[in-house]
């Protein structure tokens, strides 16, 4: 098992945003998170990165996580090339005395490629497209070699074809046996993932997509954001959230 998480409860000081959270990671396994605006994914991310220290409940993670934030919280404002940010993912490793080398640099161009972003390498990131900052940031991901990464809406503002190039990648880190979480708000997307952790405030459903999306389990989850499509089994409509089609 590569993450474990009992009974999990996050806070900010005042009310409880998120409650009742248990599930594991399996080696390999992709997760996704699924859950309203404010449903506490984003939450549940930063409690197992050690950035809020959880109200109650335990976790057991690997010492080294990769991590790809939610766009609109990564700076722009700071003159850095998409290699400089993709180079950030290898100074966790650096011993303090050595400067990046070449290694880095081609851990990094590597990274870069994977994403199919080597020709935007010396581009700066601040001006790069939301899309195109989405794929350096998960390149970034990938130079940390973790064996779990953490995605927080890694295809939001990402066109269809990066978004597949980018789900070809998440199954290729699957395969290499990485456990991946990843928040989502695509239900078609989560139904290709192994198993689905569903939140609204606190855990509603997990287990495989096929038993956990279950009409009842979405209206738990999204409340009235829920619609039918004809053909589908349910969508889902996030009205308040950022670029999302
Ligand atoms: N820094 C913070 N301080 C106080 N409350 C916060 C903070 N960050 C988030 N919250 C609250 O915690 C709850 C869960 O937010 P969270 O960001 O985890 O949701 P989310 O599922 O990631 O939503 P989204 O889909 O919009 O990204 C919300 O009610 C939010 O207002
Ligand atoms: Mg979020």
Redesign the pocket.
Known sequence: MQVSVQDLAASYGGPVVLSDVTFDVEEGERIGVLGPNGGG??TLFRVLLGELRPLRGSFQRPSRLGFVP?TERSRLDYPVSALDVALMGTLSRLAWWRPVGRRERRAALAALERVGLTALADEQFGELSGGQRQRVLVARALVQDAPVLLL??PFSGVDRTSADLLERLLDDLAAEGRGLLL?THDLEQARRFDRVLCLNRRQIAFGPPEETLTRAVLEETYGGEIVALPGAAAAVLPPHHHEHD
């Open positions: 994914k984003s939610q927080d809406e928040a």
